[in-house]
């Protein structure tokens, strides 16, 4: 398989993972105390947002290279 039509696999993939989630989330800890032994945390969920149109950017240059791949195959 050429490298272009794994470019644009890949990029159909994570098209369609940012239009399916349209964001990721993840959780970080914070030292809220610490004085000696006693130590209090705190866990916050951060997100980081993903445009529909980024994903659909994504998907359809995917489909693009994955044509072009099949094209200069034949």
Not at 2 to 15: D, F, Q, S, W
Not at 22 to 30: A, I, L
Request: net charge positive.
């Amino acid at each position: 398989m050429k490298p272009i039509m794994l470019i644009g696999i890949a990029l159909i993939a994570l098209g369609v993972v940012a239009l399916a989630y349209q964001g990721v989330t993840y959780t970080s800890r914070e030292k809220i105390i610490d004085i000696g032994p006693i130590q209090a945390t705190r866990e916050t969920k951060k997100t980081i947002p993903l445009s529909p149109l980024l994903g659909g950017i994504a998907l359809a240059g995917g489909i693009v290279l994955v044509i072009i791949g099949a094209k200069n195959k034949a």
